[in-house]
């Protein structure tokens, strides 16, 4: 049922022209009934008719900053007073709508904001009303009723009057906020320039959170330069309380971070995954010096693989810092023992986004990327990534693992003397004394890993106080787990590295080292997407296309000493076998000679000649002499002729 409207309408001149909101020195200005006429007046009675957060029946806020110079909080015309509205109707000449206003669900909403000790003497004063009722239907008379309950009660019979006076005509179940103390203040609330007041809050609202006390006595010595009154600290202490939102408090003194954590955390459901569906990932550097191989001292850090469904942790591999070679090795572990999962959720540390692990995924956070980056492990493999968001430990559940490994592991009587502490402030008497052999060390989070995937009584949402091992074996029976072939995993777990071959050599150059293979020779200048162990550089190294069209492999060229013999002899045999493999792809071309493909080629074209189509007939001018027959040359003799026959086959030689 829709609540009752009235309409009333006047024929006053407009002064501002329709509008629904109007700031509080507007409201003072207009000076309408029910309203105080003074803006700071007008700003107490709504904050203490709690007009910053009243909204209509839609959800929207009746109260909005004010668009424009200077800032400041505009009110919805509704939340004004019937009779108020009535007048600003008549003031704007314009048909105002007034919403017949509940009285008992408006006295309802003023009592639900009421402290407990208010609704306390309300419920006690409605049990005096009600006693007074029932000793009047048992015959007695109001009066000696009164007196009765007076004594009682130990209240004054006018008291009591006035009581039955505030519940005349009130429906029984709405008395209580009809008989709720309504006691205001003994005194004027303290006032403050609004410039000191806006000076006070943009100091105390920093993140660097300063002390109440600090910033009062900087504003007071502002106020004190420009002799403006101050009220006390105390007083702006209760002004703050009073007016400022504790959300906006927390968010401008604690940061959004502590905003976030102050509503309530998304929880999220795993029943509906199988074991190795998916998986995530991360590091955690412990806080215990080890001893590593080279005398070093440092705190290890642990990149670990846990499987989400079950919560089991299935891989892990210690290094001395969370590196793409370690996340790599982890991965390795991981498809090994377990399989392929399906997806992953890993954190944007450069361990994780590097382009061995992640190239090729367009959702990387760090890097640029570019078309011919090298494909990554897991885009290689058709996982699925998922970035969790940075600095955001609920987004991946490891790190209640990493939790439960700080205490039983780092803590372990075997580590006393070792452990650091988590924060420079948590440092142990016994800080520095030792540090664990690395062996030991390793050892000892094997078994620390092992118990806890072993633990009973797990209270999640799939063991229901089973172990971790128990929850993965039963889904990982059933569970349908990708294996990946030989062939594939050379691929994938090898390091890629752009690289360009050398254009004149054919040889490739990777960290210092040099690798050529005969079929090197026809990739001379090309750009190629090198794979290698970077475990072990002495072995040899793979070249595809940027395609990932696999092209040949390569062997390392080591260095030789200057007199050394015996590698003289082998790069000699090289090159000697480098031509042989040439010169036998020449011969297999089956190619003809120079003279047969001269004997081939087509005889001179013999020249056409003109016809000439108009002759000139030329005369000779001068003396024509007889011509005289050809004598014929007589034959040399016999051996003179072999002479020239000789000389005719002699060259000029240079």
Same mark, same amino acid.
């Given at each position: 049922m829709q609540p009752a409207r009235t309409q009333q309408e006047t024929a006053a001149p407009a002064i501002d022209g329709p509008r629904e909101w109007f700031t509080a020195a507007e409201l003072a200005q207009l000076q309408l009934p029910g309203l105080p006429h003074d803006k700071r007046a007008m700003n107490r009675h709504a904050r203490d008719n709690r007009w910053l957060i009243q909204h209509d029946k839609?959800?929207?806020?009746?109260?909005?900053?004010?668009?424009?110079?200077?800032?400041?909080?505009?009110?919805?015309?509704?939340?004004?007073?019937?009779?108020?509205?009535?007048?600003?109707?008549?003031?704007?000449?314009?048909?105002?709508?007034?919403?017949?206003?509940?009285?008992?669900?408006?006295?309802?909403?003023?009592?639900?904001?009421? %402290?407990?000790?208010?609704?306390?003497?309300?419920?006690?004063?409605?049990?005096?009303?009600?006693?007074?009722?029932?000793?009047?239907?048992?015959?007695?008379?109001?009066?000696?009723?009164?007196?009765?309950?007076?004594?009682?009660?130990?209240?004054?019979?006018?008291?009591?009057?006035?009581?039955?006076?505030?519940?005349?005509?009130?429906?029984?179940?709405?008395?209580? @906020?009809?008989?709720?103390?309504?006691?205001?203040? =003994? =005194?004027?609330?303290?006032?403050?320039?609004?410039?000191?007041?806006?000076?006070?809050?943009?100091?105390?609202?920093?993140?660097?959170?300063?002390?109440?006390?600090?910033?009062?006595?900087?504003?007071?010595?502002?106020?004190?330069?420009?002799?403006?009154?101050?009220?006390? $600290?105390?007083?702006?202490?209760?002004?703050?309380?009073?007016?400022?939102?504790?959300?906006?408090?927390?968010?401008?003194?604690?940061?959004?971070?502590?905003?976030?954590?102050?509503?309530?955390?998304?929880?999220?459901?795993?029943?509906?995954?199988?074991?190795?569906?998916?998986?995530?990932?991360? =590091?955690?550097?412990?806080?215990?010096?080890? !001893?590593?191989?080279?005398?070093?001292?440092?705190?290890?850090?642990?990149?670990?693989?846990?499987?989400?469904?079950?919560? !089991?942790?299935?891989?892990?591999?210690?290094?001395?810092?969370?590196?793409?070679?370690?996340?790599?090795?982890?991965?390795?572990?991981?498809?090994?023992?377990?399989?392929?999962?399906?997806?992953?959720?890993?954190?944007?540390?450069?361990?994780?986004?590097?382009?061995?692990?992640?190239?090729?995924?367009?959702?990387?956070?760090?890097?640029?990327?570019?078309?011919?980056?090298?494909?990554?492990?897991?885009?290689?493999?058709?996982?699925?990534?998922?970035?969790?968001? @940075?600095?955001?430990?609920? %987004? !991946?559940?490891?790190?209640?693992?990493?939790?439960?490994?700080?205490?039983?592991?780092? &803590?372990?009587?075997?580590?006393?003397?070792?452990?650091?502490?988590?924060?420079?402030?948590? !440092?142990?008497?016994?800080?520095?004394?030792?540090?664990?052999?690395?062996?030991?060390?390793?050892?000892?989070?094997?078994?620390?890993?092992?118990?806890?995937?072993? &633990?009973?009584?797990?209270?999640?949402?799939?063991?229901?106080?089973?172990?971790?091992?128990?929850?993965?074996?039963?889904?990982?029976?059933?569970?349908?787990?990708?294996?990946?072939?030989? $062939?594939?995993?050379?691929?994938?777990?090898?390091?890629?590295?752009?690289?360009?071959?050398?254009?004149?050599?054919?040889?490739?150059?990777?960290?210092?080292?040099?690798?050529?293979?005969?079929?090197?020779?026809?990739?001379?200048?090309?750009?190629?997407?090198?794979?290698?162990?970077?475990?072990?550089?002495?072995?040899?190294?793979?070249?595809?296309?940027?395609?990932?069209?696999?092209?040949?492999?390569?062997?390392?060229?080591?260095?030789?000493?200057?007199?050394?013999?015996?590698?003289?002899?082998?790069?000699? &045999?090289?090159?000697?076998?480098?031509?042989?493999?040439?010169?036998?792809?020449?011969?297999?071309?089956?190619?003809?000679?120079?003279?047969?493909?001269?004997?081939?080629?087509?005889?001179? @074209?013999?020249?056409?000649?003109?016809?000439?189509?108009?002759?000139?007939?030329?005369?000779?001018? =001068?003396?024509?002499?007889?011509?005289?027959?050809?004598?014929?040359?007589p034959e040399p003799p016999a051996h003179e002729a072999k002479v020239f026959k000789a000389l005719g086959h002699l060259r000029v030689v240079e």
């Open positions: 839609a959800g929207n806020p009746l109260c909005r900053p004010r668009a424009g110079r200077g800032g400041g909080l505009e009110f919805h015309v509704s939340l004004l007073p019937g009779p108020a509205r009535i007048e600003l109707g008549r003031k704007m000449g314009e048909t105002v709508l007034i919403e017949a206003e509940d009285k008992a669900a408006s006295s309802w909403r003023w009592f639900d904001l009421q %402290s407990g000790a208010v609704k306390a003497e309300a419920e006690f004063r409605a049990r005096v009303v009600g006693q007074f009722e029932t000793l009047v239907q048992s015959g007695l008379s109001r009066t000696l009723a009164v007196t009765v309950l007076a004594h009682e009660s130990g209240k004054t019979a006018q008291t009591i009057w006035n009581w039955l006076k505030l519940v005349d005509g009130v429906a029984p179940h709405n008395r209580l @906020p009809a008989l709720a103390p309504q006691r205001k203040g =003994g =005194g004027r609330e303290a006032e403050i320039d609004d410039e000191l007041w806006r000076i006070f809050l943009s100091d105390y609202l920093r993140l660097e959170a300063p002390t109440m006390t600090s910033c009062y006595d900087r504003t007071a010595a502002i106020a004190k330069d420009r002799g403006l009154p101050m009220p006390s $600290e105390r007083a702006l202490r209760r002004k703050v309380e009073r007016e400022v939102d504790p959300r906006v408090l927390l968010f401008r003194r604690e940061g959004s971070e502590a905003l976030r954590r102050s509503i309530p955390a998304q929880r999220r459901t795993v029943a509906h995954l199988h074991a190795m569906e998916v998986v995530n990932i991360d =590091g955690h550097k412990f806080d215990v010096f080890v !001893k590593t191989g080279d005398g070093r001292v440092i705190r290890p850090i642990m990149v670990t693989i846990q499987d989400i469904h079950s919560r !089991k942790v299935l891989a892990w591999r210690i290094g001395g810092e969370e590196s793409a070679v370690q996340t790599r090795l982890c991965f390795a572990d991981l498809f090994q023992t377990w399989g392929v999962p399906k997806e992953c959720v890993l954190d944007n540390g450069r361990a994780f986004a590097s382009k061995w692990i992640t190239g090729g995924a367009n959702t990387r956070f760090r890097f640029k990327v570019r078309e011919e980056d090298p494909t990554g492990l897991l885009v290689g493999l058709g996982i699925q990534i998922h970035w969790a968001t @940075p600095y955001r430990g609920q %987004s !991946k559940p490891i790190e209640r693992a990493f939790r439960d490994m700080c205490d039983r592991i780092a &803590k372990h009587p075997a580590f006393a003397g070792a452990y650091v502490g988590n924060t420079p402030m948590a !440092k142990p008497e016994n800080y520095g004394s030792r540090a664990v052999e690395w062996a030991d060390f390793v050892a000892q989070v094997d078994k620390g890993i092992a118990d806890h995937n072993a &633990k009973m009584g797990r209270r999640t949402e799939t063991a229901r106080g089973r172990s971790f091992d128990d929850v993965f074996a039963e889904s990982y029976a059933t569970a349908p787990i990708g294996k990946a072939t030989p $062939e594939l995993m050379r691929k994938a777990l090898l390091a890629g590295e752009q690289r360009r071959i050398d254009a004149r050599t054919g040889e490739l150059r990777l960290f210092g080292n040099r690798y050529w293979s005969f079929e090197c020779g026809r990739l001379h200048g090309q750009r190629v997407t090198v794979r290698f162990d970077p475990d072990n550089l002495l072995r040899d190294v793979h070249l595809y296309d940027q395609d990932d069209h696999y092209l040949c492999s390569a062997q390392l060229l080591g260095d030789a000493l200057f007199l050394d013999a015996a590698e003289a002899k082998a790069t000699a &045999k090289r090159v000697a076998e480098y031509r042989k493999k040439i010169r036998e792809a020449a011969d297999a071309e089956d190619l003809l000679l120079a003279a047969q493909v001269a004997a081939l080629q087509a005889g001179a @074209p013999e020249p056409v000649k003109p016809e000439a189509q108009v002759v000139r007939p030329v005369r000779f001018r =001068g003396s024509v002499a007889a011509v005289r027959a050809e004598q014929a040359i």
